[in-house]
């Protein structure tokens, strides 16, 4: 473990050296225990961003793509262990960007919330229990959301939505009725260009707080949440330049929850270690990459390290780093 000085001049025995990762290899499918080459392609009119979820519970993982440039949603249905079906499209609000999966309206069914980039809106497509969806419900927010994220921000049990707002310098949060509409959004201002907003409990006061990396300021922001729906703002930290869609994980054991951010101008992807006060210090800064846009984060060689995943724009590949910490 190395002992290191981070940015705040504190000797921090947390943070580890470069070399606590490797990558990135560019990989796509996955199997129990690395990662092959195969990957499966469908049309799309500019997707932007996937996730997923089980949405005709048949207890198989399906697959949802925003589509920006026909301004719908792709739902791809896994049947058995076979590849993904032929797409269902279901029409969106102009240039979708971003999509999260919650249940919205209590129902048991895995909805999809989309943030409609060039329309200013989020939409809620609720699932019908077979696989399709309603037609979405608009709400509004600033304008040009780029992310979106969920969680319980007022202690209700029930979904709460949150938007970074890159064209209006703002995050939006929408409280949630649980029948799958929201309240009218409130707005907070933020330093510019937010392009990235994630929710955790980065203080542990069993309250979820937001962590907000904002493009033209490069910084990271931490919004301490007041359980009743607001936020306080708490830190900032300096990044590098042009931080973009990042993620949260413990990447070095000390149950801290740490922040990835990968630097969209650069080769670069950074790790900043929690401090344990909800400030984040001491930078890592991983190599090899093309143009990286966004992070995702999870256990991919099944050691019980978190590993990093990283979409490269430049060479339209998936890169991963391998967490080798001890």
């Known amino acids: 473990m190395a002992q290191m000085v981070n940015s705040y001049g504190i000797i921090d025995h947390s943070c580890g050296r470069n070399d606590?990762?490797?990558?990135?290899?560019?990989?796509?499918?996955?199997?129990?225990?690395?990662?092959?080459?195969?990957?499966?392609?469908?049309?799309?009119?500019?997707?932007?961003?996937?996730?997923?979820?089980?949405?005709n519970q048949d207890n198989h993982t399906d697959v949802v793509v925003t589509n920006c440039g026909s301004w719908?949603?792709?739902?791809?249905?896994?049947?058995?262990?076979?590849?993904?079906?032929?797409?269902?499209?279901f029409a969106?609000?102009?240039?979708?960007?971003?999509?999260?999966?919650?249940?919205?309206?209590?129902?048991?069914?895995?909805?999809?919330?989309?943030?409609?980039?060039?329309?200013n809106n989020i939409g809620i497509l609720l699932d019908l229990g077979n696989g399709s969806f309603a037609s979405q419900n608009i709400f509004s927010v600033d304008s040009t959301p780029f992310t979106i994220a969920t969680g319980d921000f007022n202690q209700d049990g029930r979904f709460d939505l949150v938007t970074a707002n890159s064209g209006s310098n703002s995050v939006s949060v929408l409280l949630g009725y649980g029948n799958g509409s929201f309240a009218t959004q409130m707005?907070?201002?933020?330093?510019?260009?937010?392009?990235?907003?994630?929710?955790?409990?980065?203080n542990h006061d069993n309250l979820l707080d937001l962590a907000v990396t904002t493009t033209s300021a490069s910084s990271v922001n931490v919004f301490l949440g007041q359980g009743n729906g607001s936020f306080i703002m708490h830190s900032t930290t300096s990044t590098n330049i042009d931080p973009y869609v990042s993620a949260v994980a413990d990447f070095n054991g000390d149950n801290l929850l740490d922040i990835v951010i990968p630097h969209y101008t650069t080769t670069a992807v950074s790790v900043f270690c929690d401090l344990g006060n909800a400030t984040f210090g001491h930078l890592l800064s991983l190599s090899g990459a093309s143009a990286p846009g966004i992070v995702a984060v999870g256990d991919?060689?099944?050691?019980?390290?978190?590993?990093?995943?990283?979409?490269?724009?430049?060479?339209?590949?998936?890169?991963?780093?391998?967490?080798?910490?001890?």
């Not at 707005?187 to 980065?202: E, H, L, R």
């Open 20 to 55: 606590h990762f490797y990558g990135t290899d560019n990989l796509f499918c996955g199997t129990s225990d690395h990662f092959y080459g195969t990957n499966d392609h469908w049309n799309a009119t500019t997707p932007y961003a996937a996730a997923v979820g089980d949405f």
């Open 187 to 202: 707005s907070m201002a933020i330093g510019a260009s937010p392009y990235s907003v994630v929710v955790s409990d980065f």
């Open 92 to 119: 969106t609000s102009a240039c979708p960007v971003a999509a999260l999966i919650g249940d919205f309206n209590q129902d048991n069914r895995l909805d999809i919330a989309v943030a409609n980039k060039n329309s």
């Open 72 to 89: 719908n949603v792709a739902v791809f249905l896994r049947y058995g262990n076979g590849p993904l079906a032929s797409g269902m499209f």
């Open 300 to 326: 991919f060689n099944q050691d019980n390290r978190t590993d990093i995943a990283v979409i490269n724009y430049s060479s339209s590949t998936l890169g991963i780093y391998l967490n080798t910490y001890q």
